[in-house]
T-cell receptor
Framework: KAGVTQTPRYLIKTRGQQVTLSCSPI?????VSWYQQTPGQGLQFLFE???????NKGNFPGRFSGRQFSNSRSEMNVSTLELGDSALYLC???????????FGPGTRLTVT | AQTVTQSQPEMSVQEAETVTLSCTYD???????LFWYKQPPSRQMILVIR??????QNATENRFSVNFQKAAKSFSLKISDSQLGDTAMYFC??????????????FGKGTLLTVNP
């Protein structure tokens, strides 16, 4: 089976712009979670989607949003980018009946 | 809220030797899962080992084993016969058991392990 894929792998944006990141889970996995990784704050949970519904949300401002499509692919959007949004954004998928999360390679976002 | 603490920011070990990474956590939950993830320089996060809190037996995966002390809220990772490919950042993580409705991982800050030849 193919692993979790994330696109794009690298992205450079300017402060004030918006960005959309994509995540395709492992085939058959219906849960997709997103995490932000920065040197200062470490790994922080953003949100989790299951069957197109957001089930959990971390402590991030409303500029961070996401959605999940019927094929379980997920996107996250960050509007009005700030310098502090520069981070590695990781996506993970979980198969039904399990609790193990399988991570993608991440999208490295740089805000200038 | 749960917290996970990894008190060793960096560690090093000689190839073929054994090393133990520490992790403590704080929670009021009784049912939960604990994980160790490995993140090599390639940045891909890889699950190393997992432990269900209701299981008293410590989990083992080949050269990797854990020492789970529920009362002490301690979850250390032992790597035996260290290999150069074990060089990576290691994260300890906690997940509350919720019957499949909560897949939120809480991570520690990580321990950078370097295996020296």
């Amino acid at each position: 089976k193919a692993g979790v894929t994330q696109t794009p792998r690298y992205l450079i944006k300017t402060r004030g712009q918006q960005v959309t990141l994509s995540c395709s889970p492992i085939s058959g996995h219906r849960s997709v979670s997103w995490y932000q990784q920065t040197p200062g704050q470490g790994l922080q949970f953003l949100f989790e989607y299951f069957s197109e519904t957001q089930r959990n949300k971390g402590n991030f401002p409303g500029r961070f949003s996401g959605r999940q499509f019927s094929n379980s692919r997920s996107e996250m959007n960050v509007s009005t980018l700030e310098l502090g949004d520069s981070a590695l954004y990781l996506c993970a998928s979980t198969p039904s009946g399990s609790y193990e999360q399988y991570f993608g390679p991440g999208t490295r976002l740089t805000v200038t | 809220a749960q917290t996970v603490t990894q008190s060793q920011p960096e560690m090093s070990v000689q190839e073929a030797e054994t090393v133990t990474l520490s992790c403590t956590y704080d929670t009021s939950e009784n049912n939960y899962y604990l994980f160790w993830y490995k993140q090599p320089p390639s940045r891909q996060m890889i699950l190393v080992i997992r432990q269900e809190a209701y299981k008293q037996q410590n989990a083992t995966e080949n050269r990797f084993s854990v020492n789970f002390q529920k009362a002490a809220k301690s979850f250390s990772l032992k790597i035996s016969d260290s290999q150069l490919g074990d060089t990576a950042m290691y994260f300890c993580a906690f997940m509350k058991h919720s019957g499949g409705s909560n897949y939120k991982l809480t991570f520690g800050k990580g321990t950078l392990l370097t295996v020296n030849p």
